[in-house]
Structure formats: C-alpha cells, structure tokens
Nanobody
Framework: QVQLVESGGGLEEAGGSLRLSCTASGLTFSRYTMGWFRQAPGKEREFVTAITWRDGNKYFADSVKGRFTISRDNAKNTVYLEMNSMKAEDTAVYCC????????????????WGQGTQVTVSA
C-alpha cells in the first residue's frame, strides 16, 4: 500500500520561511517524479513544483519561482519543499504526489497523493 505523508505545515508570517517534508512508503521512491500541489479555499488545486526521478530536473509554477525550492533524498524516500519569502497568497493545503512519468505538471499525471498539510501565511 502506497502512502505519502506530509509534515512541516503551520503558521508563518509574510516574508518568513517554512520547510515541508513528504515521506513515501510502499513504492520505489527513486523511480517516481515527486510533485507538490496546493489548494486554497474556494480555488482550484494548482501545481507548485516537481522534481523528476531520473535526472532531478525541477519545474516550478511562475508564482513560486525564485522563492520555493524542491529537493529529494532517495535514501530517505523523502521530498522537501522549501518555501521562502512567503506571501499571504501562499496560504493553502499543500499535498505531495508521486508520478511514474518523468515530466508531470498536471494533477492527472500523478498516481498517488498525500493527505496534505495546512500552510497559513499571515499578512
């Protein structure tokens, strides 16, 4: 059974930083592209960033470029999302997801999802 468990969410002030973690089990982590999505109240789920499984290429939504970074530790089956210079509009539930295909930017590309962790940024 595949499980993705996020941690690290919480309340942060605008301009601050948070680091999210997502630990996977039940799959060969190193063979999956890992992504982060977020969904704010009343809004559609949106792609944030992804890191590919084979070459470690990274993709970012324009809204987070230059502020967020993604990394992975295959030995720990964990992907990280480092969020810096946070803004109130970053407030959302953040979910990690796993995709078997190398390039995956759409939610439909992802086979497995975590439950999510709440991130709230106060203005």
């Amino acid at each position: 059974q595949v499980q993705l468990v996020e941690s690290g969410g919480g309340l942060e002030e605008a301009g601050g930083s948070l680091r999210l973690s997502c630990t996977a089990s039940g799959l060969t982590f190193s063979r999956y592209t890992m992504g982060w999505f977020r969904q704010a109240p009343g809004k559609e789920r949106e792609f944030v960033t992804a890191i590919t499984w084979r070459d470690g290429n990274k993709y970012f939504a324009d809204s987070v470029k230059g502020r967020f970074t993604i990394s992975r530790d295959n030995a720990k089956n964990t992907v990280y999302l480092e969020m810096n210079s946070m803004k109130a509009e970053d407030t959302a539930v953040y979910c990690c997801a796993a995709a078997f295909q190398r390039i995956a930017r759409a939610a439909a590309d992802y086979a497995y999802w975590g439950q999510g962790t709440q991130v709230t940024v106060s203005a």
